[in-house]
């Protein structure tokens, strides 16, 4: 009888241990934390006037080059940023930059959230340049950069730069490509939070031959939509347009193009068929025989391939130029237009963006987008921000800026996205292993 009771007891002893087991490994509690990530605009550097577009003057707000983390609120919603570069806490919305040298040349650029892989197509570093690449570390510690140039005699050696915790690194591009006409380039973060700007501005001796900012891409692809070309006539002389492009891979790649334009759908003299050389920053001329307006560039390859346009324009009476860069497919977001009173184009085969408006004022409005190949709307100045929703699939776009120092391009693109990260959960096995 005792025997029976032990062996009982056994195997209940077992089997709780079974059980506690197979509970402790099947059953977890996971805990998760979704966030924006602060973004980053483009650092004011030597003689250049700096604004940036907010939707509210109680965003948070804290600049570089500091040694004091916190935040203030800006307490307007157009800020002026006078030295360093501006980390903003903006949430879901897209805070956008609009860089002048006055009476000279005027840029416009989405402020980012950290990277780590981005590409720039796009400035010269011969004699004429004047620009910059400026990498931005936001973190506590030091950055680690790889800059990888290519230009139109292939890749040149890549740099690895250090970048001080909370500052930012302006290096010249004549130095970091000296002579070249073309140059493309690439940064990746190593180590910190990172992101990178590129200012292409040019002249000969005491004349100035505008500028802009070079807006970054997303790694390469096989399909390249360029939503947002601006078309200019000159003396009944269409302005004529440079298209960029580099293969970064291994082998040559073969390319076919569409201009989609309200005057309809066309392909350009001289690209389809043609061979792109791998490795070189190649430029095809185009000139487009078409009236004002704007037009987009589609370009398909069977190797991975960046691109974007170099058009001269002239606004106001003012001469600049605009680099018109690759845009990937439009996805629900806000972007902040204060002060900016954009022309948005969409490009696609049919069509179709919901626009909810904010006015000044706080009242908002709704606005349906349909057509095909392309489609421009016109913000008014009272506009603090646009939504996007309701999109089309394959439908992407781009804003056009104009003022009287200049022309500017803004991919439409969040800034920032929802992240989640996972919160560390105490357990007693960490103190009883």
């Known amino acids: 009888m005792k025997s029976n009771r032990g062996f009982l007891l056994f195997l209940v002893t077992i089997s ?8 402790n490994f099947t059953v977890s509690t996971s805990r998760f934390n979704q966030s924006y990530p602060s973004v980053i605009c483009p650092p004011n550097t030597s003689g250049l006037t700096t604004a940036i577009s907010l939707t509210s003057s109680k965003t948070q707000i804290r600049k570089t080059g500091t040694s004091a983390m916190n935040t203030r609120e800006a307490g307007i919603s157009r800020y002026a940023i006078a030295s360093q570069s501006a980390v903003i806490d903006a949430g879901a919305i897209t805070p956008v930059v609009w860089q002048v040298r006055k009476g000279v040349w005027a840029g416009a650029s989405a402020c980012q959230a950290p990277i ?16 910059s690449l400026n990498l931005v570390n936001s973190g506590l510690g030091k950055a680690l950069v790889r800059v990888s140039v290519f230009s139109e005699n292939g890749e040149l050696t890549p740099r690895d730069l250090i970048v001080g915790a909370n500052s930012f690194k302006q290096i ?10 073309s140059i493309a380039i690439h940064i990746e973060a190593k180590s910190g939070r990172v992101n990178g700007f590129l200012v292409d501005e040019r002249g000969k ?21 360029i939503p947002a070309i601006p078309q200019q006539v000159k003396r009944k002389t269409p302005s004529p347009h440079t298209l960029r492009l580099l293969v970064p891979g291994d082998v040559d790649a073969r390319i076919s193009a569409e201009i989609r334009s309200t005057d309809g759908t066309f392909s350009p003299v001289g690209i389809n ?23 987009a560039l589609h370009i398909s390859s069977d190797q991975p391939i960046l691109g974007s346009v170099f058009s001269p324009t002239l606004s106001q009476g003012k001469s600049d130029f605009v680099w018109s860069t690759a845009v990937p497919d439009l996805q629900e977001f ?58 089309s699939p394959g ?33 007693i096995r960490v103190l009883n292993p």
Do not use: C
């Open 16 to 23: 709780i241990l079974a059980i506690s087991n197979l509970l």
């Open 116 to 131: 780590t892989s981005r590409w720039f197509v796009g400035a010269t570093a011969d004699i004429t340049s004047k620009g």
């Open 172 to 181: 010249s591009l004549p130095s970091l490509a000296p002579g070249a006409k």
């Open 205 to 225: 001796g005491l004349r100035s031959l505008g500028g802009d900012i070079v807006n970054s891409t997303d790694d390469p692809g096989k399909k390249l939509q």
């Open 273 to 295: 068929g043609r061979v792109v050389a791998h490795k070189k920053v190649v430029e095809i001329p185009m000139n487009i025989l078409m009236s004002s307006g704007k037009f």
């Open 334 to 391: 806000t972007l902040a237009t204060t002060g900016l009173a954009p022309t948005l184009v969409f490009t696609g085969s049919e069509i179709e963006v919901r626009l909810t408006v904010m006015q000044a004022g706080g009242k908002s409005r709704t606005i349906d987008i349909k057509g095909s190949d392309i489609a421009t709307y016109v913000l008014s100045d009272s506009a603090r921000s646009v939504s996007f929703s309701a999109i």
């Open 395 to 427: 439908t992407s776009g781009a804003a056009l800026i104009s003022s009287k120092s200049g022309y500017g391009y803004v991919p439409l693109t969040p800034g920032s996205v929802l992240t989640k990260s996972s919160i560390p959960d105490s357990n």
